[in-house]
């Protein structure tokens, strides 16, 4: 079955940097377009980060040019490179993918950013 393993999350003062890692399984990785989510205190799930598997990027307003996302194919991997982190960038992070019009995500990652 689909499985989606985040990791790397943690505490970090503001200015900071984390990277997040979410690791796929049950999937057929390299075709699929992968993206990381956020939930903060009180808030709904929004989208952070996209990549396609032709390896196209876009990324929401509010984290673009502090955060990278990238991918492992060969890892079963996706990535996201998190500076200048920001204390609302707390929030547990995911990632997802969508099949057959489903969409997965994983038990997410705490990341908390202290002012």
């Known amino acids: 079955q689909v499985q989606l393993v985040e990791s790397g999350g943690g505490l970090v003062q503001a200015g900071g940097s984390l990277r997040l890692v979410c690791a796929a399984s049950?999937?057929?990785?390299?075709?699929?377009?992968m993206g990381w989510y956020r939930q903060g205190p009180g808030k709904q799930r929004e989208w952070v980060a996209g990549i396609t598997s032709g390896g196209s990027i876009n990324y929401a307003d509010s984290v673009k040019g502090r955060f990278t996302i990238s991918r492992d194919n060969a890892k079963n991997t996706v990535y996201l490179q998190m500076n200048s982190l920001k204390p609302e960038d707390t929030a547990v992070y995911s990632c997802?993918?969508?099949?057959?019009?489903?969409?997965?995500w994983g038990q997410g990652t705490q990341v908390t950013v202290s002012s």
């Open positions: 049950g999937i057929i990785f390299r075709s699929k377009s």
């Open positions: 997802g993918t969508s099949i057959n019009g489903a969409n997965y």
